[in-house]
């Protein structure tokens, strides 16, 4: 990462206390540096003494509430909320108090649901939560539960847009209360295994058949999702998908279709936390200081990506700084026949993983253009910025 960049810009729109603006500043560009979010990593990469550089850090994240400054990150204008889960493995540490048994049965770990918005082929993470099969046990609660805490951060917040999920969201309890709150949803339906297929009926009580050739589009609307949700199915097989593809939603079936199309293409915001931030190397003892590490990485994810794009975009596709606002705002201007390397890399990776090119002033204008712009995502729609 080229050591001319300055995060303090991107900071000042998101801390409200302007004496932790620099410090926050040189934790963002360290954690990005260290390409890791443990803080012993963090602090080599400060100038100065490591040992005075971690006793800032934890001084700091003491200070400030990191997971509720993540939901500043969220966009009010986004088209829809997407809600996704992963499993983060900690082999050397199965006593530590929040750490289970994932879904192997075997490894240890725990399970971090994030909400996010979309953003240019990833995603905007805004809130999560964490859990495993020890805390469910512990505090008397659920898997269940442990969502629709994550949902109700944003529950106000949806309005009628969908909140988009993945397979492992299926289950009964949450279709209902999706209904009863009156929350529009999209929801891919999992088929791996032929013996806990969906239990789908139409409004005869007769199963609804899910069977589609390749190249088709089948539409069922109105049945029932294991006999008490009303939903709309539709399924859809393309040459590019290896299997069929079938979505529920209470959407109009095409527009729910066309929603989670754009969903899949966001799932490289997790590989990215973990492959370039390495997030699974975080191995606090206390959940409360694991989470406020993990909002601090994904508050960097974000600032990083936001930066990143806006380096790739002047790269590689060619744009001006003027072009930018615009770019990042909304759909970039790339000819992307004239500039095909645009669509090899994402931002982070650009801005992590290669040299970039650019002089210290272009450097410092990409900077200050991207955070004003930023601004825009944290107050709102400020178009006066530009």
């Given at each position: 990462?080229?050591?001319?960049?300055?995060?303090?810009?991107?900071?000042?729109?998101?801390?409200?206390?302007?004496g932790l603006v620099g410090k926050g500043a040189k934790i963002i560009r360290g954690l990005l540096?260290?390409?890791?979010?443990?803080?012993?990593?963090?602090?080599?990469?400060?100038?100065?003494?490591?040992?005075?550089?971690?006793?800032?850090?934890?001084?700091?994240?003491?200070?400030?509430?990191?997971?509720?400054?993540?939901?500043?990150?969220?966009?009010?204008?986004?088209?829809?909320?997407?809600?996704?889960?992963?499993?983060?493995?900690?082999?050397?540490?199965?006593?530590?108090?929040?750490?289970?048994?994932?879904?192997?049965?075997?490894?240890?770990?725990?399970?971090?649901?994030?909400?996010?918005?979309?953003?240019?082929?990833?995603?905007?993470?805004?809130?999560?939560?964490?859990?495993?099969?020890?805390?469910?046990?512990?505090?008397?609660?659920?898997?269940?539960?442990?969502?629709?805490?994550?949902?109700?951060?944003?529950?106000?917040?949806?309005?009628?847009?969908?909140?988009?999920?993945?397979?492992?969201?299926?289950?009964?309890?949450?279709?209902?209360?999706?209904?009863?709150?009156?929350?529009?949803?999209?929801?891919?339906?999992?088929?791996?295994?032929?013996?806990k297929q969906p239990r789908l009926i139409d409004a005869d009580g007769d199963p609804v058949k899910?069977?589609?050739?390749?190249?088709?589009?089948?539409?069922?609307?109105?049945?029932?999702?294991?006999?008490?949700?009303?939903?709309?199915?539709?399924?859809?097989?393309?040459?590019?998908?290896?299997?069929?593809?079938?979505?529920?939603?209470?959407?109009?079936?095409?527009?729910?279709?066309?929603?989670?199309?754009?969903?899949?293409?966001?799932?490289?915001?997790?590989?990215?936390?973990?492959?370039?931030?390495?997030?699974?190397?975080?191995?606090?003892?206390?959940?409360?200081?694991?989470?406020?590490?993990?909002?601090?990485?994904?508050?960097?994810?974000?600032?990083?990506?936001?930066?990143?794009?806006?380096?790739?975009?002047?790269?590689?596709?060619?744009?001006?700084?003027?072009?930018?606002?615009?770019?990042?705002?909304?759909?970039?201007?790339?000819?992307?026949?004239?500039?095909?390397?645009?669509?090899?890399?994402?931002?982070?990776?650009?801005?992590?993983?290669?040299?970039?090119?650019?002089?210290?002033?272009?450097?410092?204008?990409?900077a200050q253009t991207s955070a004003r712009t930023f601004a825009s995502l944290i107050f709102g729609?400020?178009?006066?910025?530009?």
């Amino acid at each position: 990462m080229d050591k001319c960049i300055n995060f303090t810009e991107f900071m000042r729109y998101l801390l409200v206390n302007e004496g932790l603006v620099g410090k926050g500043a040189k934790i963002i560009r360290g954690l990005l540096e260290a390409q890791s979010p443990r803080l012993t990593n963090i602090s080599e990469k400060r100038a100065g003494n490591s040992a005075s550089n971690y006793k800032v850090i934890q001084r700091f994240i003491k200070k400030v509430d990191l997971k509720k400054l993540l939901m500043r990150l969220y966009q009010e204008d986004a088209e829809f909320i997407i809600g996704d889960a992963t499993e983060m493995e900690r082999y050397k540490a199965p006593k530590t108090s929040y750490v289970g048994i994932l879904s192997d049965g075997k490894t240890a770990g725990y399970w971090l649901m994030v909400l996010s918005t979309p953003f240019r082929g990833r995603s905007l993470p805004c809130s999560f939560v964490v859990y495993s099969s020890r805390t469910l046990g512990e505090q008397v609660t659920s898997r269940n539960q442990e969502h629709f805490r994550c949902f109700a951060v944003v529950k106000e917040l949806l309005g009628d847009r969908p909140l988009v999920l993945d397979r492992e969201f299926t289950y009964e309890e949450l279709m209902e209360v999706l209904n009863l709150e009156h929350i529009q949803f999209v929801i891919r339906l999992n088929l791996g295994d032929q013996r806990k297929q969906p239990r789908l009926i139409d409004a005869d009580g007769d199963p609804v058949k899910q069977f589609i050739k390749p190249w088709e589009t089948v539409i069922r609307p109105n049945v029932y999702h294991l006999g008490t949700v009303k939903v709309n199915l539709i399924g859809y097989w393309r040459k590019s998908l290896s299997k069929p593809l079938w979505v529920m939603t209470s959407l109009e079936p095409k527009r729910g279709l066309e929603i989670y199309l754009k969903r899949m293409k966001i799932e490289q915001t997790f590989r990215d936390c973990k492959d370039l931030l390495h997030l699974p190397k975080l191995m606090n003892m206390k959940q409360a200081l694991l989470e406020q590490m993990i909002a601090l990485s994904l508050l960097t994810y974000g600032v990083g990506v936001w930066f990143g794009e806006a380096i790739r975009d002047v790269t590689y596709g060619m744009l001006t700084i003027d072009q930018l606002p615009e770019a990042l705002l909304n759909k970039p201007p790339v000819d992307v026949n004239v500039h095909p390397k645009w669509l090899l890399y994402s931002g982070l990776f650009v801005l992590l993983k290669q040299r970039l090119r650019l002089s210290v002033d272009q450097v410092d204008a990409i900077a200050q253009t991207s955070a004003r712009t930023f601004a825009s995502l944290i107050f709102g729609d400020v178009r006066s910025f530009f």
